[in-house]
């Protein structure tokens, strides 16, 4: 066949190119690591430098007062932080500043308030008289009819004598200050862990109890790591490249070399050339795909097997990919423009179409945007083939995608050119 000579030359052509190889294989593979490696929790669990600056001293003594101290253990039981303890006297910005050094980091700093003891115990106080008189009275409404007068003046003169002892505690709340750089992205996170704590603590304090519990559960039948998850999105991100930035850069020195120009005299037609090329990126992505897995397996213990509804997928998104590669080199005659308008159409695609974040986290524009990019389908397409399962997920992203395969197939091969006008 022609075609499988255009096949053989191209994908030697590719092995050839140390470039080539490191972006169609090693940069996936790499980044996978990085993803791997970040949610895996491989190295230990992730622990947040955290400054802790307590000003709720005794008079006595000057040392922290009780309640200041179990806050700061209950922190460090949490297990999250890493905590750096600063001296009530110093100006805690400066200090975290000075021990951080010349390299900087992350400046997190909790200051526990001067009075934090005593407004906590007060609060504390208020809160249970308030839960005390708020049960009591709901107990009295409920057994009133069967209560003699004495024993219901008995009750009115307890929820009167608790009412006022609570209107005579003062209304205060203990504060703390988190002091954070607006720059910090795990800024957000601290701040909820210490929310956490905080009211873990208030809990006890009170001797409240959780009445709510969560059972979790799968939504899939297998039990899978979030690196699973990140593999068929990885996967079909780099199958994208491979196919839109690659092919259309190679395609096009192709022609600027005048290879294109010569094949116009061989028996090969434009056909032949676009299928071998389509069998060349078929071959990579299933070596790509394979070696992803491979590396998921012996590093994370991923669990995700494509099956055979998989690897067809896998297949018309080769084919859809190049389609679009070979469009595009249809209409451009400089390796340069090539490399520029392939990366300015694949990266946008890339994270927009939820391959590396979730959909429902973008704005309502940018979800519809995503609809029309053909990578949102082929990612989804092979999240439920490989993960879910879910067989109207996998053939209505299947049907999407062998119909863009077509599509670009055909537009490819009319706009390819033997020669330059």
């Known amino acids: 066949?022609?075609?499988?000579?255009?096949?053989?030359?191209?994908?030697?052509?590719?092995?050839?190119?140390?470039?080539?190889?490191?972006?169609?294989?090693?940069?996936?593979?790499?980044?996978?690591?990085?993803?791997?490696?970040?949610?895996?929790?491989?190295?230990?669990?992730?622990?947040?430098?955290?400054?802790?600056?307590?000003?709720?001293?005794?008079?006595?003594?000057?040392?922290?007062?009780?309640?200041?101290?179990?806050?700061?253990?209950?922190?460090?039981?949490?297990?999250?932080?890493?905590?750096?303890?600063?001296?009530?006297?110093?100006?805690?910005?400066?200090?975290?500043?000075?021990?951080?050094?010349?390299?900087?980091?992350?400046?997190?700093?909790?200051?526990?308030?001067?009075?934090?003891?005593?407004?906590?115990?007060?609060?504390?106080?208020?809160?249970?008289?308030g839960i005390s008189y708020y049960t009591l009275n709901m107990s009295y409404q409920q057994i009133e009819q069967n209560l003699t007068d004495m024993e219901k003046m008995t009750f009115q003169q307890g929820l009167a004598l608790l009412e006022q002892y609570d209107a005579r505690l003062p209304d205060t709340k203990t504060s703390l200050t988190i002091m954070l750089d607006p720059s910090d992205q795990s800024g957000t996170v601290v701040k909820s862990i210490i929310a956490s704590v905080a009211n873990a603590f208030n809990y006890q304090l009170i001797g409240a109890e959780n009445v709510i519990e969560f059972n979790e559960a799968s939504v899939t039948t297998t039990s899978f790591s979030t690196v699973d998850y990140y593999v068929p999105g990885i996967t079909a991100a780099f199958i994208m490249t491979n196919g839109i930035i690659a092919l259309a850069a190679t395609t096009t020195e192709f022609k600027r070399r005048g290879i294109i120009k010569r094949l116009s005299i061989t028996p090969l037609t434009k056909l032949d050339w676009i299928i071998g090329n389509v069998l060349s990126q078929a071959l990579l992505n299933l070596i790509l795909t394979a070696i992803m897995i491979a590396v998921g397996w012996l590093l994370f213990n991923v669990r995700v097997i494509p099956d055979?509804?998989?690897?067809?997928?896998?297949?018309?998104?080769?084919?859809?990919?190049?389609?679009?590669?070979?469009?595009?080199?249809?209409?451009?005659?400089?390796?340069?423009?090539?490399?520029?308008?392939?990366?300015?159409?694949?990266?946008?695609?890339?994270?927009?179409?939820?391959?590396?974040?979730?959909?429902?986290?973008?704005?309502?524009?940018?979800?519809?945007i995503s609809k029309?990019?053909?990578?949102?389908?082929?990612?989804?397409?092979?999240?439920?083939?490989?993960?879910?399962?879910?067989?109207?997920?996998?053939?209505?992203?299947?049907?999407?995608?062998?119909?863009?395969?077509?599509?670009?197939?055909?537009?490819?091969?009319?706009?390819?050119?033997?020669?330059?006008?």
């Open 372 to 421: 029309v990019m053909p990578l949102t389908y082929f990612s989804e397409g092979l999240r439920y083939s490989m993960l879910y399962k879910y067989p109207e997920g996998i053939y209505f992203n299947m049907a999407i995608v062998a119909v863009l395969a077509v599509v670009f197939i055909i537009l490819g091969s009319l706009v390819t050119r033997w020669k330059e006008k």
């Open 308 to 368: 055979a509804i998989s690897i067809a997928l896998i297949l018309l998104g080769s084919i859809m990919f190049s389609g679009i590669g070979m469009t595009l080199s249809g209409f451009i005659k400089d390796v340069e423009a090539a490399s520029a308008i392939g990366n300015a159409i694949a990266f946008p695609m890339m994270f927009l179409s939820g391959t590396y974040f979730p959909l429902e986290m973008m704005p309502s524009y940018i979800q519809m």
């Open 1 to 129: 066949m022609k075609a499988f000579t255009i096949f053989k030359a191209v994908t030697k052509n590719w092995m050839r190119s140390r470039s080539g190889l490191f972006f169609s294989i090693l940069f996936p593979v790499l980044l996978l690591v990085v993803f791997g490696a970040i949610f895996s929790g491989i190295g230990g669990s992730t622990q947040y430098s955290l400054f802790v600056q307590n000003l709720d001293l005794t008079a006595a003594n000057g040392e922290p007062t009780d309640l200041s101290t179990a806050f700061v253990a209950a922190l460090n039981s949490s297990e999250t932080f890493s905590i750096t303890e600063v001296p009530p006297d110093e100006n805690a910005t400066e200090y975290a500043r000075e021990v951080l050094g010349p390299l900087g980091g992350n400046m997190r700093i909790l200051v526990i308030s001067k009075g934090f003891q005593d407004d906590l115990v007060n609060g504390t106080l208020k809160v249970r008289a």
